[in-house]
């Protein structure tokens, strides 16, 4: 999967989409598109307030704040339900993903939380079938029911 495929998937196909795998290809594409997109908007919002810094209440920089507010609010529920399939992809139920943000939360255990959120994702999915669903990597391996 590649830099567009895996945008489009996270951002039209699987938007809210709690259920299935992600591949790591997946995952880590949309990661840096999502890293691209934030240093581009607060590159934007930066160039704006240093070439308007006039102290005005609503500046055009005021503005790129909003704008980047605004996007990280739209990729916010993707983002999630990307790392729950991802969490799914190596067969751990997405409630421990939700265990670890809210673990995250208290100081020096959320750098631990974060290391193990990342250690998850560098890991390579399960081989075949899980209980989540079809390996995303090559769907067409079934599992055997009755062997």
């Given at each position: 999967m590649g830099f567009t495929e895996a945008v489009r998937t996270v951002?039209?196909?699987?938007?809210?989409?709690?259920?299935?795998r992600a591949s790591r290809s997946e995952y880590?594409?949309?990661?840096?598109?999502y890293v691209l997109m934030l240093f581009g908007?607060?590159?934007?919002?930066?160039?704006?307030?240093?070439a308007?810094?006039?102290?005005?209440?609503?500046s055009p920089a005021s503005y790129a704040v909003v704008i980047?507010?605004?996007?990280?609010?739209a990729i916010f529920l993707p983002l999630i339900s990307l790392h729950v399939r991802r969490f799914h992809d190596r067969n751990i139920s997405g409630w421990w993903y939700l265990a670890l943000v809210i673990l995250g939360f208290i100081p020096y255990v959320g750098l631990v939380t974060g290391l193990a959120?990342?250690?998850i994702s560098v890991l390579?999915?399960?081989?075949?079938?899980?209980?989540?669903?079809?390996?995303p990597l090559r769907?067409?391996?079934r599992a055997e029911v009755f062997a």
């Open positions: 951002l039209k196909q699987k938007y809210a989409t709690f259920s299935g880590w594409w949309f990661m840096l598109f908007l607060a590159f934007f919002a930066g160039v704006l307030a240093f308007t810094s006039s102290g005005g209440v609503a980047c507010g605004l996007f990280i609010l959120i990342f250690v390579p999915g399960t081989e075949g079938p899980n209980k989540f669903g079809a390996d769907p067409e391996i």
